[in-house]
């Protein structure tokens, strides 16, 4: 049942572990300070595959992984969905939530490159974030939809 519900490269949950997980504290959420959702993903995968093949492309999804856990607490429910693409739901988040995710990512990420400097490659990881509203009850795949597409934006402001 465990395994149904991880990724099995990065030990992070699956897409079904996501939603599971996240339906259950949608249902909760007018019990907490508020809920947010963070999509990421990984800007330069491709890449990385075409350069330097799938074993390297893996390392970086498990380097990424390992830089989202460094970033989100350990009561987030973190996950890779697919591919490049991973989300996080931050449970019982503050108002300031949404203010302090992209810079500690991006502290985060610079540890890891100088960590890691002789790494054939760059990590880059480009992140969306949407906050639930108290007392509204979206479904978890237009919250995933939504931070993919304020994702998508900061990637391409980035650019």
């Known amino acids: 049942e465990q395994l149904s519900l991880t990724d099995p490269l990065t030990g992070l949950y699956n897409g079904h572990g996501f939603r599971t997980l996240a339906e259950h504290h949608l249902k909760l959420a007018h019990r907490t300070r508020g809920l947010v959702v963070a999509v990421a993903d990984i800007r330069s995968l491709a890449e990385i595959n075409a350069s330097h093949g799938r074993d390297e492309g893996d390392r970086a999804l498990v380097a990424a992984s390992q830089v989202l856990r460094e970033t989100f607490r350990a009561s987030d429910v973190i996950a890779r969905l697919g591919d490049d693409d991973f989300a996080t739901l931050m449970l019982d988040a503050a108002d300031d939530t949404t203010d302090i995710v992209a810079p500690r990512l991006r502290e985060r990420l610079d540890h890891h490159h100088r960590a890691h400097r002789g790494s054939p490659w760059k ?37």
């Open 123 to 159: 990590l880059s990881i480009t992140v969306g974030i949407v906050r639930v509203a108290p007392g509204t009850h979206p479904a978890i795949d237009d919250l995933l939809a939504q931070g993919a597409a304020a994702a998508a934006a900061e990637r391409a402001r980035v650019a």
